[in-house]
């Protein structure tokens, strides 16, 4: 029975390998693309205009090893049409496959219709991205033609670096 279970051993190890918990890696690139859906609300002040919105998307990344792959993001922002000048504010989390989340911030400007370009700032996390730290450049671009009145689609691209307290 010893032999028996000493081959049964060797043989599971040799078809199934050996389990290893993967460590989180330190810091990393970012290079995702999130494609979003949002209703707003839009407030008219004479020529100019006030948005609001709570968008919600999926983040895919360049590599499948980033922790943003695969995450599912919620955006809420702010737009101001300000004498023919666009600016938008914001925060957006990212919902990590394994529960975690990472927190940001964005800013940005106008470079044309439907186009922003500004820099977003990660300032926080949960699980294993607590304390991450990090951030780049974002450039959205929404569609011309939204799918249903009211609303608003599009995608951001997003490249920076992150990084995870040396203390993880």
């Not at 040799?14 to 810091?27: D, L």
């Not at 695969?70 to 394994?98: C, N, P, Q, Y």
């Amino acid at each position: 029975m010893k032999t028996f279970m000493i081959v049964l051993t060797i043989l599971l190890a040799a078809t199934t390998g050996f389990v290893f918990a993967e460590e989180t890696p330190k810091e990393g690139a970012i290079s995702i693309t999130t494609s979003y859906n949002s209703p707003y609300t839009a407030m008219r002040m004479g020529k100019d205009l006030q948005l609001t919105f709570d968008a919600f998307g999926v983040a895919v990344a360049d590599s499948e090893l980033s922790p943003f792959h695969h995450s599912s993001v919620r955006i809420l922002g702010s737009g101001l049409v300000l004498k023919g000048a666009f600016t938008e504010v914001g925060s957006i989390v990212w919902t990590l496959t394994d529960g975690s989340q990472i927190f940001g911030t964005y800013e940005g400007k106008g470079v044309g219709a439907g186009k922003l370009k500004g820099s977003c700032n990660l300032i926080g996390g949960t699980g294993k991205f607590a304390g991450i730290t990090g951030g780049g450049d974002i450039e959205r671009f929404n569609v011309p033609k939204p799918a249903m009145k009211g609303t608003v689609q599009g995608y951001i691209k997003f490249t920076g670096k992150w990084k995870l307290p040396s203390s993880q």
